[in-house]
DNA sequence: GTCATCACTATCCATAAGGTGACTATATAT
DNA sequence: ATATATAGTCACCTTATGGATAGTGATGAC
């Protein structure tokens, strides 16, 4: 019953204390999923990042690329020139995530009509599965 | 250049104002993650995903469920009985998505050594990057 | 001199996430 | 009579996060 729960890797993302947990929690931010897309066609300059994610905002941009460097999915590479210079580009583990992300960023997108319809739908029926006195 | 940042959907989740943005960031939620993945194999009762998503409080797991009922990824089923039944199920839309946030469950457990094995050493290396006066 | 660029950093505030305890109703078990 | 179980809701509170705004230092353009 619970054959396909586990996951064969000794790891188990349902328990709060489980170290994959927290990478999950750190895969599930919005920023996190549109960087790492950003990134997957090639290293990127702080600048060229923060046109290419809209409303992102300078602190957001450092927060999660030092979170993604941290976590070794992003490599910072910094030149010593004036006015300073900085790119980024992912690692090998890096890559390997953009296939799946790129691939959530895909679903969103084929997706969306359908859940703006369900959406809508939830709207107009606010109340209407309410009691009926 | 842009060839295959721009998704063929006429969405794009980059732009902050698009629809798939809205549904990018309804997914990047670690509670969302777990209870799609919980419902993958089938219908359960409220208590019973309460048990599975360690951690979860009744508030949250509320809320998440409503999420993904309103945004049609999730079927609520109430029986008029006494004590109260309720059972969700995914739609046909949640076992679509479901299998893509399996492989990033997957792909975060399968890869949490590496990168715990990274934050160590973010942690032994901090500060010395930085200026040595 | 003024402005802009670059890659940040610091500060503040609004919102969201999350925790706690109380409460609903009814049937069964003790 | 009391307790348990169910699936919540509601109110209150604290903390964390997101986002907005302004500032830093050095340089080059005007």
């Known amino acids: 019953m619970d054959s396909d729960d586990r996951s064969p890797f000794g790891y188990d993302a349902f328990r709060r204390t489980c170290p994959s947990h927290t990478v999950l929690e750190m895969l599930a931010s919005k920023w ?6 950003a990134l997957r066609r090639g290293r990127l300059r702080n600048g060229e990042l923060a046109r290419k994610l809209e409303g ?4 957001m941009l450092t927060q999660t690329l030092r979170v993604l460097e941290r976590d070794g999915l992003v ?5 010593a020139v004036i006015p300073p210079r900085v790119e ?9 995530l953009a296939g799946l992300l790129s ?12 859940i703006k319809d369900a959406r809508a739908r939830a709207l107009a029926n ?8």
């Open 32 to 37: 996190v999923y549109l960087t790492v897309c």
């Open 56 to 59: 992102i905002t300078p602190k």
């Open 75 to 79: 490599r910072r590479e910094v030149f």
């Open 88 to 96: 980024y580009e992912l690692t090998e583990l890096g890559q390997n």
């Open 103 to 114: 691939q959530i960023r895909s679903w969103a997108e084929e997706h969306t009509p359908e």
């Open 126 to 133: 606010h109340g209407e599965m309410g009691a009926v006195p």
